[in-house]
């Protein structure tokens, strides 16, 4: 029977990387495809990010592929306009997708495209896992004329489960967690602190643990990114730290991310890179990004390892024989990648 997967192209070149991607995955095991409009899309369409409909297709779905949203078309300040993002929010929300995993692994063809030494570069692979439901983008926010306020709220239990997420996903790597938190400054991240070591010291000792800070922690992986192996933190720190980590692989594009929660619920799985309207309709965006999600998918949802690790072999194959998007210092277009990778798996 084939496997049923919600796709959401979204915006700006989420179209254009999505439909190669497809391409791939069809060639990889019996899947069926179903599109349905989100973000900036679905606001010209629905005037709304997220539809009810939406949400029961990829409710309904085994799993759900996201493309990009956003785009200066639906930039406002205005508190009670629809936004893009809140089609994402919302959607990991009722999915119950409260673990975003995103992992930094340095192809060797292209640590020249990185701002970083080679020798910084060597080895590193990396994995941070974020939490998504709690914090501050999900707080109470207030707006008046003269202020504004965004609460940052975590619960005990939003805080176990990431622990559990990270310390469990270690096991299988190197065995050793990084908490970030700024627990000099925030109450928030007092509680994260003594949350994980309990966390820790009554069900994963074997595991090593190190305490972190965020700004620290952002320093270390320029400088040092081989030390690293599970960084677990919170909504926000995470979001800023693994977009700064995507540059130790040469470029935003080429980071891939898997939102998973329970096992019994589908996973959503997207490129970290954004919509990039300034070259959308142009058949140039690099959509390795999304075919590396679309690995994480085949793994994750489906458990077809040797799937994925084929589709990752021949993204680092294409990369080795000299693939060059130009966000990687080449011109090659999104149809040349699709045909370099499409070789490779053959």
Not at 130 to 146: D, M, Q, V
Not at 276 to 294: H, R, V
Request: aromatic share 6%; glycine share 10%.
């Amino acid at each position: 029977m084939a496997h049923a997967i919600a796709v959401l192209p979204g915006d700006g070149i989420g179209p254009e990387i999505t439909a190669p991607t497809l391409e791939i995955l069809g060639e990889l095991g019996d899947f069926t495809f179903t599109e349905h409009p989100f973000g900036g899309a679905s606001i010209d369409l629905h005037g709304t990010a997220l539809t009810d409909e939406t949400t029961a297709a990829c409710k309904a779905s085994e799993s759900v592929l996201l493309a990009a949203v956003g785009g200066p078309k639906w930039d406002t300040t205005d508190p009670n306009a629809p936004r893009p993002e809140q089609g994402l929010l919302g959607l990991r929300k009722e999915l119950g997708l409260f673990s975003n995993l995103r992992p930094v692994r340095p192809v060797p063809a292209l640590y020249d495209a990185s701002a970083l030494k080679r020798e910084v570069l060597d080895g590193t692979d990396l994995l941070v896992v974020r939490e998504l439901t709690g914090g501050i983008y999900f707080g109470e926010k207030t707006r008046t004329a003269t202020d504004a306020s965004d609460l940052c709220h975590y619960t005990v239990a939003e805080v176990e489960r990431i622990a559990r997420s990270a310390f469990e996903t270690a096991r299988k790597r190197r065995n050793l967690v990084h908490s970030v938190d700024k627990a000099n400054v925030m109450e928030t991240s007092r509680q994260w602190r003594e949350v994980v070591h309990r966390i820790h010291a009554e069900e994963y000792s074997d595991v090593e643990l190190r305490d972190q800070l965020v700004d620290s922690c952002a320093m270390e992986l320029i400088a040092r990114p081989t030390q690293f192996d599970v960084i677990v933190t919170e909504n926000l720190f995470g979001d800023i730290l693994s977009d700064a980590a995507a540059m130790l692989s040469g470029s935003l594009g080429m980071l891939p991310s898997a939102s998973i929660g329970d096992p019994s619920q589908p996973g959503m799985f997207e490129p970290v890179h954004g919509s990039a309207p300034d070259i959308a309709g142009q058949g140039i965006a690099n959509p390795l990004a999304m075919f590396l999600s679309a690995a994480m998918m085949l793994r994750y949802d489906f458990g077809l390892e040797a799937e994925a690790t084929a589709l990752e072999s021949a993204v680092d194959g294409a990369l080795g024989d000299g693939l060059r998007t130009g966000d990687l210092g080449g011109k090659a277009t999104t149809a040349e990648a699709l045909a370099a990778v499409r070789s490779r798996l053959k």
